[in-house]
């Protein structure tokens, strides 16, 4: 396995809850970042979370800051995405990638080259 797997999208009424999961690659994780990206239709992927792999360290957009919530299982080589009090705005295709970590503990910076296929979430009454 060298890409990163998405699962845990589906179709969730407004106000519901999702959690989505990332299997990342059997590689060592030292050093890197690891970022949930989402492209609603018709606009641009942007990046919604990301989290520092060796310190934890996390960002949100502001449009998820307030609902989302990152976390990483280093047991299982996981990386979930908890969404809460979901929006039809949150509707889109979410990606998991992966990067090395670049600066001191601020994925942000962090250049995204292992991308996993995406899973749809849908958010709709």
């Known amino acids: 396995q060298l890409q990163p797997v998405e699962s845990g999208g589906g179709l969730v009424q407004p106000g519901g809850s999702l959690t989505l999961s990332c299997v990342l690659p059997?590689?060592?994780?030292?050093?890197?970042?690891v970022g949930w990206f989402r492209q609603a239709p018709g606009k641009e992927r942007e990046r919604i979370s990301c989290?520092?792999?060796?310190?934890?360290?996390?960002h949100y957009a502001d449009s998820v800051s307030d609902h989302f919530s990152i976390s990483r299982d280093d047991a299982k080589n996981t990386v979930n995405l908890q969404m809460y009090s979901l929006k039809d705005e949150d509707t889109g295709t979410y990606y998991c990638?992966?990067?090395?970590?670049?600066?001191?503990?601020?994925?942000?910076?962090?250049?995204?080259?292992?991308w996993g296929q995406g899973t749809v979430v849908t958010v709709s009454s």
């Open positions: 989290i520092t792999i060796p310190y934890g360290t996390t």
């Open positions: 990638a992966a990067g090395p970590l670049i600066g001191h503990a601020d994925c942000t910076k962090t250049p995204f080259n292992s």
């Open positions: 059997e590689v060592t994780l030292d050093y890197r970042s």
